[in-house]
């Protein structure tokens, strides 16, 4: 029963914390047993203790606490049981042997802006279907990030090693005690309208982005500077060329944020251009005709079915800009979008049905890079599945289903690319901002040996975990009938995803909970998702930088993108 041992020696450590002077992050009730008549038991984990937690971590100066305290903020959170892994990502794609100069980094990012494609000017290509955003800073998908990549460009950018570069800087200088950045821009940094780009829009643009008002799930990474609390972000620009940023602690990925379409700039006038700017802040990008900043510039796009890009003239360097035009095919239908690649339509795709996976793997144009990130399931915390349970009794509901899992099943028949199973929410390989691996630092043994989350099913431990949350079972193990279990699973209509669904609906059924999925279009989905709208839902998260605070913060309560919605 390696995820009881877990969720015990996780719930130490959450006592521990309270012993020292912080609320614990479950209540403290006993885990089993039926309150009393007029008590009304509240499911939801208290995440008192995960925000001050986050808190802490955000304002030390000592690298090596800080590494400790993003340990027990990953006790928390995976003692909650809401998350539940599966595997840790990579990413495959196809792509025609005359398109070149295309790179990806560690964090799903795709660039295409250096591409050539034999004698042929365009390129074609589908990253998904209808994009959420095009505001830098209201999207929070990768293939939004990456049309904010083409569109739009910040401070820094990632070169073809993976490695940060001056993109929009020059350069810039650090004071002493890490406090202050002061950032010197390109001279003759323009819009696409060929008005100039200053320091002054990005002080507008990261005042914007940190601003309650725009609801930027993203709003949060601005918290390392001072004065987001009080909404009044210390960023300033003593003149055209010069942006100077006061942060509240030393931040060693501060470079990454620079190069994050959070932290692009965005034209003041376009913005405020839109009728219902204030109410709706997202409404001067939501069709052809605004100004940008990137290599590229939105020139058509039919809704739901095709947008092109064309070569933006006033991008700094589009002397090196060989591709004129970019096609996309938005789209979800993979048997559609492969059926396309092979008639020749389509340059580039990002994914493949899963039934082709076996036959791909030996063909020269199939490609998988590695990624930084986990496809996860989430549950959410305040779905009525829970209800009448208390918080312990919630955990363990959710920690049994993750033991009827088979992740490597899914991996072998669904993902096909070899991933690793997922046994804990920060992935293999990432770094723990001191100069080590997150994983490998001292003093951290995790629960097991492999991890949280064991890599086989339990069938026994999930039927001991759910007679702890109250339910009776018959000879058979199976669920009784007087105390059924049943909900529905959210998720996105592309096969793969599916697929997987359907690998957990079989496997719940092995105990007799009934799980329904319910698959609906991209937009829709994160949508959904990110109101609460759901029992348990497929979700996934690519690093956005590679230190861990940066998948630890998301699910503080104030989070944009705290799915889980704990405390809410």
């Not at 996780?10 to 009393?36: D, I, K, S």
């Not at 008002?213 to 709003?219: E, R």
């Not at 363990?396 to 199973?421: H, K, N, P, W």
């Amino acid at each position: 029963m390696k995820k009881l041992l877990a969720l015990l020696l996780a719930l130490v450590m959450v006592f521990a914390l309270a012993a020292c002077g912080q609320q614990p992050a479950t209540p403290t009730a006993e885990p089993t047993g039926t309150p009393a008549v007029d008590e009304v038991p509240n499911p939801e984990p208290d995440w008192t203790a995960y925000n001050a937690l986050i808190a802490q971590i955000k304002t030390t100066t000592d690298f090596a606490e800080r590494v400790n305290l993003m340990h027990e903020a990953e006790d928390i959170l995976m003692a909650s049981g809401a998350i539940l892994p599966i595997y840790y990502y990579n990413d495959l794609f196809m792509m025609k042997p005359d398109v070149e100069g295309f790179y990806a980094n560690a964090f799903g990012f795709k660039f295409f802006q250096y591409c050539t494609n034999g004698d042929s000017n365009t390129l074609k290509i589908n990253l998904a279907s209808e994009p959420d955003y095009l505001d830098p800073a209201l999207n929070s998908s990768v293939d939004g990030a990456c049309l904010a990549i083409m569109g739009f460009g910040g401070l820094y950018t990632y070169d073809a090693d993976g490695q940060l570069i001056p993109n929009f800087a020059e350069g810039y200088e650090m004071s002493e005690d890490g406090l202050t950045y002061t950032f010197t821009l390109k001279e003759g940094l323009k819009w696409s309208d060929g008005s100039d780009l200053t320091a002054n829009d990005f002080v507008y643009s990261w005042k914007r982005g940190a601003d309650p008002v725009t609801a930027a799930d993203y709003s949060y990474m601005f918290n390392g500077i001072a004065g987001y609390e009080d909404h009044d972000l210390q960023v300033s620009a003593p003149d055209d060329l010069t942006l100077v940023v006061n942060l509240i602690a030393p931040c060693a990925y501060f470079l990454d944020l620079a190069a994050f379409p959070t932290f692009y700039p965005v034209k003041q006038t376009e913005v405020e251009a839109a009728a219902d700017w204030e109410t709706n802040p997202g409404a001067w990008c939501q069709d052809v005709g605004f100004v940008s900043c990137g290599p590229y510039i939105l020139e058509s796009w039919v809704h739901e079915e095709s947008m092109v890009y064309v070569k933006n003239p006033n991008w700094y360097d589009a002397d090196n800009v060989t591709i004129e035009r970019i096609e996309f095919m938005l789209s979800s239908d993979d048997t559609a979008i492969f059926a396309a690649y092979n008639a020749g339509d389509l340059d580039f795709i990002d994914t493949v049905p899963t039934d082709e996976i076996k036959n791909l793997k030996d063909n020269p144009e199939f490609h998988i890079i590695d990624n930084l990130g986990t496809y996860y399931v989430c549950f959410n915390v305040k779905s009525d599945l829970f209800a009448g349970k208390t918080a312990e009794q919630a955990n363990a509901m959710r920690l049994a289903f993750s033991e009827l899992v088979d992740r490597q099943y899914i991996i072998d028949t669904v993902g096909q690319c070899e991933q690793e199973i997922a046994t804990s929410f920060i992935p293999a390989g990432m770094a723990d901002g001191n100069g080590g691996i997150f994983k490998d630092a001292a003093g951290w043994d995790y629960p097991v040996d492999d991890g949280y989350y064991g890599t086989e099913v339990d069938v026994d431990g999930a039927i001991a975990l759910l007679k702890e949350a109250g339910y009776e079972f018959d000879d058979n193990g199976m669920l009784s009938a007087s105390n059924p279990i049943a909900f529905e699973y959210l998720t996105n209509d592309t096969s793969g995803h599916v697929a997987i669904a359907e690998c957990i609906q079989q496997d719940l059924a092995a105990v007799g909970i009934t799980m329904t999925i319910r698959s609906i279009d991209w937009a829709t989905f994160l949508q959904e998702r990110k109101a609460g709208n759901y029992d348990i839902a497929r979700n996934g998260w690519l690093a956005d930088f590679n230190d861990p605070i940066n998948m630890l913060e998301m699910w503080e309560t104030s989070s944009g993108n705290n799915d889980c919605q704990f405390g809410r």
